[in-house]
């Protein structure tokens, strides 16, 4: 705490960027007639379920409380929390517009110690329901999972081989338990990808099970447009200048 208080002291705005619950850290804050902001990103509202009172005395005791998606606005109002969306930004994202790839393939991502949350098995099921397409899984390298014919495990990558990944694919799917805006959807949309996703998010597929995602992948069989209106609204809403821009404006 003594660590805290010090680097406190050196500043005019503590913005905590995920939610924080700590009320004795947010009164010294006010008592140092410092601001103090609180930022939920994600998988964060989730735990702050878990916190009682705690996360609605800290929103009432921090000046601004923001949120990274609607969706999230959303379950923090359930809550008793009002926030204001403030997107995340996602430095250096590639606009680029390259032709699908002769091959139809999908994206995924799921990470291995929490597959569950990201659909492992529907993203499975998926696959196998859709044998035209070849699927690629990232950040999980396919341990305990049974083969699947037309899908490929490749494990932890970095992010060049990720934006490479992304332009040899039509689609990006995203399953999950809870989301918000989900970094890869913007970085496959900004190269102009479909996105298939279980969450409602502008310019991209919503489906609710597994049938309409194959259904989905079905009609992009033929697809050889790019997603162009998917690229306009990232390019329009989340290159660096928008999104360090809207922060920027924040602090001054």
Known sequence: MKEKMRLIDQHDIVHYMWGHYDQKEFLYILLRFKK????????DVLRAKKFGIKPWWC???ANKTFCDSPNLQTELADMGIKAKVLPNPVPNLIFDLQ????QNRVLAYVNQVNENFYHIDDVEFIAQASPGWEFKIVGHDGK???PVHNLQYLGRVDKHTITRLIKESKVYLRLTDHDATGKM???AMAQGRYVIRNMQWSHTIFVQ???EAVQALKKLVR???LNMNAY???RREWSDEITFGRFIKLYR
């Open 99 to 102: 032709p699908f790839p002769v």
């Open 223 to 225: 697809e050889n447009k």
């Open 144 to 146: 305990g999972r049974k």
């Open 185 to 187: 959807a913007l970085e």
């Open 36 to 43: 103090a902001y609180i930022h939920y990103m994600g998988s």
């Open 209 to 211: 099970n597994n049938e």
């Open 59 to 61: 929103s009432k005791l």
């Open 232 to 234: 306009e609204y990232v």
